[in-house]
C-alpha cells in the first residue's frame, strides 16, 4: 500500500480564516474603520487634519515608527472625535462585528470607556445604551457572539473610574461582561482606582486589566492583587519575574497578547523578543488578539499567522490558543461551555479537511472536557495503542462502591492539607461512585488526571512530573476501564 502523504504542518491564511477564533482584546475606537471616520466627520461637520483617505491612514495607523504607547494613544483623538454621537456609537460596533465576522471570529468583547464620548453632550446612559443598541443589532443579524467591556481610564480621577465600573453594572444584563483600566500605564498605578475594582468585586463582573505593557511586573502584581484579575491585557513584562509568572499560570489568569501592537507601542522591542513563546511553554493561558485593528493595521488571522510563523507553533497549539480564547470569555459558564464545544468541533473540521492531524491534537488534555464521548473513544483508542471500545457480546460487570475504591483518586484537601487521609479516601469514593451515575466513565478518568495535574500545578512541580502522574494514574485507570468493558453510555442505559 502506498504510503499515505506527508501532513501540513502549517496553516495557510485562508485556512487560518476558517478557524474559529474569539477575540478578546478589541477597542472600539482603536478599530473604527477609516471610510468610516471620513463619513461620520462628513455628517457631524467635524474637521479632520485631512479629508484624504490615503493621507488619513497615514495619521491614524501609526505603524512601525511609533516610539512609545503615549505616542500611540494620540492616533485616538482622531478617531473620538466623530464618536461623539449616539448613531456613530452604533454604527462602528456594529461594523467592528462584521469585520470581525469575516476573519472566523466567532466570538468577540469590545472595550471601550465611555467617559471618553462625552464631549458633545452625551450622558453615559445614551451612550450605554447605543453601544448596547450596536451589541444586540451584530448578534442578531451577523450570527456572532458579542460582549462589552467598560473601561475606566488610568490617568482619571478615581471618582470617575467608580462612575465606569457603576455604569458597568448597571448594563450588565444589556451585554456588559467585563470591566478594565485602559490609558498610560507608567506612572498612573491601578492602586489609585482600588475603590472602583471593590464595587465590581461585589458585584462579581469580570476583570481584565492592561498591566505589564507600559510599566513593569510591579504593575501586574497590582492587578492581581489589588484588582482580582481574570485576565491581563499585554502582560508583557511578566518576562521580568518568573516568580509572578507561575503565580499567573497557577491561577489561569489569561494573557492576551496583542503581538503587533507591543512592538508599535515599545512594549517589546523586537519582534524576536516577544514572550509569547516562552508565556505558552511556561502553561500560561495565552490568547493572541488585536487590540487596535485599525491603528495598529491588524486582522486576528493575521494575528495568528504572524505568531505562527515567527515563533513556530505547530497546528495543535494553534487549536489550544484558539480553544483558550472561548474558555476565557466573559460568557455565561453554560453558553461558554457550548461555545467552546461547537468551535471546537469546527475546527476539527478544518483541520481534517485540509489533512492535517487531528487524533494527536485532541489528545491533549486541555480538550479532555470538550471533546465528545464519540470522539473520545477514538482518542482513548489512539492512546491505548489497542481499541478500548467494550465488546458487546460481554456482559458490563456491575459497577460497586467496592470496585470505584479500588481506583486511584486524588483529593485537593489530601495534597495540600494533607490530613484524615483514610476517611477522605473513602468520602471521595462515595463522590466518585454517584458521579458514575451522573457521567461516563471517559470524562471521569480524564477529569481525575487533569485535577491531579492541575493539583501539582498548585504545588509548584515540574511539568515533567506532570506528565508522570498523567502515566502512573490515568493510565491504569484506563486500563481497568477497557479490562471492565465498561462504557458510561450502557452504564446509563443499563438503570
Ligand atoms: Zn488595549
Redesign the pocket.
Known amino acids: 500500500m502506498a504510503e499515505s502523504a506527508a501532513k501540513p504542518t502549517r496553516f495557510t491564511l485562508e485556512q487560518m480564516r476558517e478557524l474559529a477564533k474569539a477575540e478578546l ?1 478589541c ?1 472600539l475606537d482603536g478599530s473604527i474603520r477609516v471610510k468610516t471616520v471620513l463619513e461620520l466627520a462628513k455628517e457631524q461637520n467635524v474637521a479632520l487634519p485631512t479629508s484624504d483617505e490615503a493621507e488619513l491612514k497615514k495619521l491614524v495607523m501609526v505603524g512601525e515608527n511609533c516610539e512609545s504607547l503615549e505616542e500611540y494613544l494620540k492616533a485616538f483623538e482622531i478617531t473620538l472625535s466623530v464618536l461623539q454621537e449616539a448613531y456613530a456609537l452604533t454604527r462602528v460596533i456594529y461594523e467592528i462585528c462584521e469585520d470581525a465576522k469575516k476573519e472566523g471570529v466567532w466570538y468577540i468583547e469590545v472595550r471601550f470607556s465611555p467617559i471618553l464620548h462625552m464631549s458633545k453632550g452625551l450622558n453615559l446612559s445614551q451612550i450605554m445604551e447605543a453601544i448596547c443598541e450596536g451589541q444586540s443589532l451584530a448578534e442578531r443579524h451577523l450570527g456572532i457572539n458579542v460582549r462589552i467591556i467598560v473601561c475606566g481610564m488610568r490617568q482619571m480621577a478615581a471618582s470617575v473610574t467608580i462612575k465606569m465600573a457603576e455604569i458597568a453594572w448597571r448594563y450588565r444584563n444589556k451585554g456588559v461582561s467585563g470591566f478594565d483600566l ?1 490609558g498610560p500605564e507608567l506612572g498612573f498605578g491601578a492602586n489609585v482606582h482600588r475603590s472602583a475594582f471593590e464595587i465590581i468585586r461585589k458585584k462579581c463582573l469580570n476583570v481584565t486589566l ?1 498591566s505589564g505593557e507600559g510599566a513593569g511586573w510591579e504593575s501586574i502584581e497590582e492587578s492581581i492583587l489589588t484588582c482580582g484579575v481574570n485576565r491581563i ?1 499585554h502582560g508583557t513584562r511578566l518576562v521580568q519575574n518568573d516568580d509572578l509568572l507561575q503565580v499567573v499560570a497557577n491561577r489561569r489568569i489569561t494573557i492576551e497578547s496583542c503581538v503587533t501592537s507591543n512592538i508599535q507601542t515599545k512594549a517589546v522591542a523586537t519582534l524576536a523578543e516577544h514572550p509569547i513563546r516562552k508565556f505558552f511553554d511556561a502553561g500560561l493561558v495565552v490568547v493572541p488578539c488585536c ?1 487596535n485593528c485599525t491603528v495598529s493595521d491588524v486582522q486576528l488571522s493575521g494575528e495568528y499567522m504572524l505568531i505562527q510563523d515567527s515563533f513556530n507553533f505547530t497546528p495543535e497549539e494553534i487549536l489550544r490558543m484558539t480553544d483558550y480564547g472561548f474558555s476565557s470569555a466573559f460568557l455565561e459558564p453554560s453558553r461558554k461551555k457550548r461555545l467552546r464545544q461547537d468551535a471546537l468541533r469546527h475546527n476539527v473540521t478544518v483541520l481534517q479537511k485540509y489533512g492535517f492531524d487531528v487524533i494527536g491534537p485532541l489528545n491533549h488534555l486541555q480538550f479532555s472536557d470538550v471533546v465528545s464521548p464519540c470522539v473520545q473513544d477514538d482518542v482513548l483508542t489512539h492512546f491505548m495503542g489497542t481499541s478500548v471500545r467494550p465488546n458487546r457480546d460481554e456482559v458490563d460487570p456491575k459497577i460497586t462502591l467496592d470496585l470505584i475504591r479500588k481506583l486511584p483518586k486524588v483529593s485537593a484537601k489530601y495534597w495540600i492539607v494533607l490530613s484524615s487521609i483514610l476517611n477522605q479516601i473513602k468520602f471521595l469514593s462515595h463522590i466518585y461512585f454517584f458521579l458514575y451515575h451522573c457521567n461516563n466513565l471517559y470524562r471521569l478518568i480524564y477529569m481525575q488526571a487533569y485535577q491531579a495535574q492541575r493539583i501539582l500545578g498548585l504545588c509548584g512541580k515540574e511539568r515533567r512530573s506532570r506528565n508522570l502522574i498523567w502515566k502512573q494514574y490515568a493510565v491504569p485507570n484506563l486500563q481497568m476501564r477497557s479490562r471492565l468493558s465498561i462504557i458510561g453510555k450502557s452504564v446509563i442505559v443499563n438503570q
Open positions: 482584546h477597542h485602559a492592561h491585557g487590540d
